[in-house]
T-cell receptor, first 116, second 114 residues
């Protein structure tokens, strides 16, 4: 089945130690999103790729970076994780036909990050 | 600032009870509206969506939602819930012309007692 896959499902890292989360998709969607969801809070968009174009949200900390080497894969890099970065990280994809298009996002299962 | 508010954090119902979950948003422009559901241990799944046309939309598993533009609301309803509806429900708003961005509410946890 076509899907959005996130690896690992659980990640434990140490304070300040860089970590990379992975997302892959078999849907061939041109847009990929990364959301952060802290406990009992709404998912919050960090950034997204529209094809190869990176779009950062204004309030996303510089500590968070992303790479999209090809259509299928997208990575979230946290350069120096702090305790406040512990959260569920959700990857989503959509097929967008342009600004204002009526896109539905498809979500992966998420990676739960713990920072010790 | 754009925001989405879900009125209830946790709702507990008995099977066969009717459900209504409230969702209000603050954004003055055109929006796309969604309800997503997350069953225990599973990922977010689309329940239903509204883009335009009939403001009453029907989704999977007997759910429906009504868009009331004047109230900036998109409430979710189901006439008779089942134990299998136990899940977390998220309302999300996609402002038009913002690259497909979604703004989520903080979610409502629904527990259905058998």
């Amino acid at each position: 089945d076509a899907m959005v896959i996130q690896n690992p499902r659980y990640q434990v890292t140490q304070f300040g130690k860089p970590v990379t989360l992975s997302c892959s998709q078999t849907l061939n969607h041109n847009v990929m999103y990364w959301y952060q969801q802290k406990s009992s809070q709404a998912p919050k968009l960090l950034f997204h790729y529209y094809d190869k174009d990176f779009n950062n949200e204004a309030d996303t900390p510089d500590n968070f970076q992303s790479r999209r080497p090809n259509t299928s894969f997208c990575f979230l890099d946290i350069r120096s994780p702090g305790l406040g970065d512990a959260a569920m990280y959700l990857c989503a994809t959509s097929v967008s036909r342009g600004q204002g298009a009526r896109d539905t996002q498809y979500f992966g299962p998420g990676t739960r990050l713990t920072v010790l | 600032a754009q925001s989405v508010s879900q009125h209830n954090h946790h709702v507990i119902l008995s099977e066969a009870a009717s459900l209504e979950l409230g969702c209000n948003y603050s954004y003055g422009g055109t929006v796309n509206l969604f309800w997503y559901v997350q069953y225990p241990g599973q990922h977010l799944q689309l329940l239903l969506k509204y883009f335009s046309g009939d403001p009453l939309v029907k989704g999977i598993k007997g759910f429906e939602a009504e868009f009331i533009k004047s109230k900036f609301s998109f409430n979710l309803r189901k006439p008779s819930v089942q134990w299998s509806d136990t899940a977390e429900y998220f309302c999300a708003v996609g402002p038009y012309n913002q690259g497909g961005k979604l703004i989520f509410g903080q979610g409502t946890e629904l527990s259905v007692k058998p």
